[in-house]
């Protein structure tokens, strides 16, 4: 069974910093990769995702992920965060034809004004 | 479009109990997934439920079951609530079709079991 890592389990940062979330998975066949956020009080929803093309895939409010097929990792990056990213991060990866995806344990970002 | 919706909202019950969930799908959506979400396990899949019928199963116990209604409408039922029940459930919608199918999710149900 495949199965995805999240290291980052807690990230705090100032506003205009850079942000790198990681995420690998383990799973050597074909997958379908996605980011959701769920922000305080909110539904989860889709940042973006990913299955063919072009790796690097660009999301709803200047997020962007890459997928680097080697390292097996879809790392989530935003060059300048701001206040309202302040929520909790899930990856999930989609392996081997499965229609339901399996989720990492989140990374919770703090974002200070 | 309306979202996924999930009654009650909140829910307090002792050990021992059962409790139903409801979820409301995005209209033409026929896949229903239910989730338990723990601040130390993240989201843990229960089941998916696609034209009525059962489709992917999760590793939680048989006291977890659900349902879904020709209308896509679905229900998840635990019974004899145990403590570690306690959670968000949430229930996520989608067409069903694949592999690269947005999940949509409801706000979900608190459940606090006593």
């Known amino acids: 069974a495949q199965s995805v890592s999240q290291h980052n389990h807690h990230v705090i940062l100032s506003e205009a910093a850079s942000l790198e979330l990681g995420c690998n998975y383990s799973?050597?066949?074909?997958?379908?990769l996605f980011w959701y956020v769920q922000y305080p009080g909110q539904h989860l929803q889709l940042l973006l995702k990913?299955?063919?093309?072009?790796?690097l895939v660009k999301g709803i409010k200047g997020f962007e992920a890459e997928f680097i097929k080697s390292k097996f990792s879809f790392n989530l990056r935003k060059p300048s965060v701001q206040w309202s990213d302040t929520a909790e991060y899930f990856c999930a990866v989609n392996a081997g034809g499965s229609y339901i995806p399996t989720f990492g344990r989140g990374t919770s970002l703090i974002v200070h004004p | 479009k309306a979202g996924v919706t999930q009654t009650p909202r909140y829910l307090i019950k002792t050990r021992g109990q059962q409790v139903t969930l409801s979820c409301s799908p995005i209209s033409g959506h026929r896949s229903v997934s239910w989730y338990q979400q723990t601040p130390g396990q993240g989201l843990q899949f229960l089941f998916e439920?696609?034209?009525?019928?059962?489709?992917n199963k999760g590793n939680f116990p048989g006291r977890f079951s659900g349902r879904q209604f020709s209308n896509s409408r679905s229900e998840m039922n635990v019974s004899t609530l145990e403590l570690g029940d306690s959670a968000l459930y949430l229930c996520a919608s989608s067409a069903g079709t694949g592999g690269t199918d947005t999940q949509y999710f409801g706000p979900g149900t608190r459940l606090t079991v006593l």
């Open positions: 439920y696609f034209s009525e019928t059962q489709r």
């Open positions: 990913y299955f063919s093309g072009d790796p």
């Open positions: 799973y050597g066949g074909t997958v379908n």
